[in-house]
């Protein structure tokens, strides 16, 4: 069965680095997504992306990450100098599209900022 | 802001035992998913419930959308240990469905079936 696949599982960096997270969604899903989880809250949604540009993104969203679909089958989000509070699960999302579509999520990506 | 929030936060139930698990919302959406979530993993899609009214089922567990689609709910009958778990619902916020709509979660309620 299809899924979406994410790396890596776990990224440890220092407050100010740079940190991309890798994704590749479900194959023939045209509609791809960021959420993030920190510890014992519940997940929240970052940003979507379609068409090769960003659909929607929330307030946390902010000028520090960006994502991008480098070639067909990558996903990446980037988070360009990471705060301790971006320590969080990250998951990648992909969808068909269409009416009453439906998310697959994928394994996650626990970063953690020191 | 769209908020969806569930009840109970916490349920320990024994092995045979019913249950039902409570999402509700003061805001209508276009469709409705329930998610299972594994400690350490991403949320693994149940069902999505798209009609007011709507009643699913998948073996053991019955979901059902709200006629006014602000509010659902996850039935599970003869509870068993490997349905412990978390479980999320996630509405679709959008105004028309589909993947044009980011997800609003619940904070999930913790199920825990002891044999």
């Known amino acids: 069965e299809p899924e979406v696949t994410q790396t890596p599982s776990h990224q440890v960096t220092q407050m100010g680095q740079e940190v991309i997270l890798r994704c590749v969604p479900i194959s023939n899903h045209l509609y791809f997504y960021w959420y993030r989880q920190i510890l014992g809250q519940k997940v929240e949604f970052l940003v979507s992306?379609?068409?090769?540009?960003?659909?929607?993104k929330s307030e946390i969203f902010d000028d520090q990450f960006s994502v991008e679909r480098p070639d067909g089958s990558n996903f990446t989000l980037k988070i360009r100098s990471t705060k301790l509070e971006d320590s969080a699960m990250y998951f990648c999302a992909s969808s068909l599209g269409g009416v009453w579509d439906e998310q697959y999520f994928g394994p996650g990506t626990r970063l953690t900022v020191t | 802001t769209q908020l969806l929030e569930q009840s109970p936060q916490f349920l320990s139930i024994q092995e045979g035992e019913n249950l039902t698990v409570y999402c509700n919302s003061s805001s209508v959406f276009s469709s409705l998913q329930w998610y299972r979530q594994e400690p350490g993993e991403g949320p693994v899609l149940l069902v999505t419930?798209?009609?007011?009214?709507e009643v699913k089922k998948l073996k053991r567990l019955t979901f059902q959308f709200g006629d006014a689609r602000k509010d659902s709910s996850l039935h599970i009958t003869a509870a068993q240990p490997g349905d412990t778990g978390l479980y999320l619902c996630?509405?679709?916020?959008?105004?028309?469905?589909?993947?044009?709509?980011?997800?609003?979660f619940g904070k999930g309620t913790k199920l825990s079936v002891k044999p």
């Open positions: 996630a509405g679709d916020s959008s105004n028309y469905g589909g993947s044009q709509g980011n997800l609003i």
């Open positions: 419930v798209v009609t007011g009214g």
């Open positions: 992306f379609y068409n090769n540009e960003i659909s929607e």
